[in-house]
């Protein structure tokens, strides 16, 4: 079955600092991939995506790529904000209706 | 748009008590999921359903009914209420595009404790 794999956290950094949240995954076939961010008290809402391989999602300086051969879409952002501060959550879905989540990441940034 | 809106935001519930959370879509989404929230176990879905008149069970379905009686609603009933399920609850839609991924949406959340 499809399965998704995301670093532990917390990840804490000090604002401006360069962030990777690692990410990988099992599936059949081409799935499209995700990330999810999740603010304190709210419910998770897209941050990027992306369809095929070797395609890149951005959105809010935060970009991930999609890697065929390491089965990889890490989430990146040159400078973090304190207002980044959030869980993210990589996911992916494979045509069945069902997404596949990882377990989520805790990024704290301190100011 | 509301989006995907979800009632109660918060409940208390003794155990054995019954409850119905309702979520609610105004994208005319065909699919819509629940879900579960706990500490360190990420997101698990209960059931979800791939337009009205359907259901379907997810990973965690035990103790958990659900209806969709219109496209736009789908609602997740606990007939006797246990400890082991406070938990915080969303619920989600998508709409399905072959070749653009299915982006979930998600409500706010309930936060149900049964004592």
Not at chain 1, 73 to 88: I, N
Not at chain 2, 55 to 74: C, H, I, M
């Amino acid at each position: 079955g499809n399965s998704v794999t995301q670093m532990e956290g917390p990840v804490t950094l000090s604002e401006e600092a360069f962030l990777t949240i690692n990410c990988t995954y099992t599936a059949t076939g081409y799935p499209s991939l995700f990330w999810y961010v999740q603010y304190p008290g709210e419910g998770l809402q897209l941050l990027l995506k992306a369809t095929k391989a070797d395609d890149k999602g951005s959105n809010k300086g935060f970009e991930a790529t999609y890697r065929k051969e390491t089965t990889s879409f890490h989430l990146e952002k040159g400078s973090v904000q304190v207002s980044d501060s959030a869980v993210y959550f990589c996911a992916l879905e494979g045509g069945s209706y069902i997404p596949t989540f990882g377990r989520g990441t805790s990024l704290i940034v301190h100011p | 748009n509301a989006g995907v809106t979800q009632t109660p935001k918060f409940r208390v519930l003794k155990t054995g008590q019954s409850m119905t959370l309702l979520c609610a879509q105004d994208m005319n989404h065909e699919y819509m999921y629940w879900y579960r929230q706990d500490p360190g176990m990420g997101l698990r879905l209960i059931h979800y359903s791939v337009g009205e008149g359907t259901t379907a069970k997810g990973e965690v379905p035990d103790g958990y009914n659900v209806s969709r009686l219109k496209k736009q609603n789908f609602l997740l009933g606990l007939e006797s209420a246990a400890p082991s399920q406070t938990s915080v609850y969303f619920c989600a839609s998508s709409h399905r595009h072959p070749d653009r991924g299915d982006t979930q949406y998600f409500g706010p959340g309930t936060r149900l404790t049964v004592l």
